[in-house]
C-alpha cells in the first residue's frame, strides 16, 4: 500500500520509464477523424499539459488514454503493457485515473460516502464474502473509511464529509473527484480541465493539490485552456490541433510556436 497522502510537497526519488505511451492514435466517428496520429508519453512522476483549441480532440485523446474509447488503429501503453482494449476499471486497476470537466457526484450522497465509490476490489460487495469473512470485511470497511478520510482532508473538504454532495460548488466538486480517483492510488492522473468554471481561490487550493501530488510521484496528463496553470505546473506541453500534433516543448516554448498562435486563430493562449 502507498504511503498516506499529506500536504507536504517534499520530492521523493522517482523511477524512470514511461506510466502512458500512447502511440500514432487514430479515432474515425462515422467517417470524421477526431484524433489522427497523436502520439504522447506520460513519465513517471512527470507533468504535462495537453492545450489545442476547442474541438482540437483533447477529450477525445482523453477517453481513449482512459478506456472509455477503443482506438480506431495505434496502441495504448500503461507501465509497459498493451491496455488498448481494456475496460475503463482495467485502465484504473493498471494505475491510470481520470477526473472530468463537469464532475457528477452523487448529489444525494454524503461527500465522505461519494469518495469511497471510488475504492477498489472491496470484498464486501460480494454476498458470500460477507457470510464467510465477516470480520475481514469490517477491517477493509474500516480501513477504506480511514483513507476516504484521509484524502477529504488532503483536498480540503474534511469539514462537510457528513454533507450530501449537492452543497458543494464546483471547485469543490472538482476537489471531491480528485478525492475518489485517489481511492484507487493511481500511478497517473487526467485532470480535465480543472479550472473551469472555478473560482480564483479554490483554483489555488487545486493547483497546490495537484503540485503536492506530483512532488509524492503521481504523473499528471492536463487538458487546460489556463496557459497560467499550464505554464506553472507543467515543465512540457504537447498542442495538438484538428486531431493531430502541433508542437511539444516548454511552456514558453509552446505559447511561441506560430503554428500554436495560428491554431488559436491568431490570438494569444
Request: aromatic letters at 2%.
Amino acid at each position: 500500500m502507498s504511503p498516506p497522502l499529506t500536504n507536504s510537497v517534499d520530492i521523493h526519488p522517482r523511477p524512470s520509464g514511461a506510466v502512458i505511451d500512447a502511440r500514432n492514435l487514430v479515432k474515425r466517428f462515422d467517417g470524421m477523424t477526431a484524433v489522427s496520429g497523436m502520439s504522447l508519453t506520460l513519465g513517471a512522476g512527470e507533468m504535462v499539459g495537453l492545450i489545442g483549441p476547442n474541438g482540437a480532440g483533447k477529450t477525445t485523446l482523453f477517453n481513449l488514454i482512459a478506456g472509455s474509447l477503443k482506438p480506431t488503429s495505434g496502441e495504448i501503453w500503461i507501465a509497459g503493457r498493451d491496455v488498448s482494449q481494456d475496460s475503463p476499471e482495467r485502465r484504473i486497476a493498471s494505475g491510470v485515473g481520470r477526473t472530468f470537466q463537469i464532475p457528477r457526484p452523487f448529489l444525494e450522497m454524503s461527500v465522505l460516502d461519494n469518495v469511497l465509490t471510488g475504492a477498489q476490489a472491496q470484498d464486501g460487495e460480494r454476498l458470500i464474502t460477507n457470510f464467510l469473512r465477516p470480520g475481514h470485511v469490517h477491517r477493509q470497511e474500516k480501513a477504506a473509511i480511514e483513507k476516504a478520510r484521509a484524502l477529504l482532508e488532503f483536498v480540503t473538504l474534511s469539514g462537510l464529509e457528513s454533507q450530501p454532495a449537492r452543497v458543494l460548488s464546483g471547485g469543490q466538486r472538482k476537489l471531491l473527484e480528485l478525492a475518489r480517483i485517489l481511492m484507487a492510488d493511481p500511478a497517473a492522473i487526467l485532470l480535465d480541465e480543472p479550472a473551469a468554471g472555478v473560482n480564483p481561490a479554490l483554483l489555488e487550493t487545486i493547483m497546490e493539490r495537484v503540485t503536492a501530488l506530483n512532488a509524492q510521484g503521481k504523473s499528471i496528463l492536463l487538458i487546460e485552456h489556463n496557459m497560467d496553470m499550464v505554464s506553472r505546473l507543467c515543465t512540457r506541453v504537447v498542442a495538438m490541433a484538428l486531431g493531430k500534433p502541433l508542437a511539444e516543448g516548454s511552456p514558453a516554448d509552446v505559447a511561441a510556436n506560430p503554428a500554436v498562435i495560428e491554431a488559436y486563430l491568431g490570438g494569444t493562449i
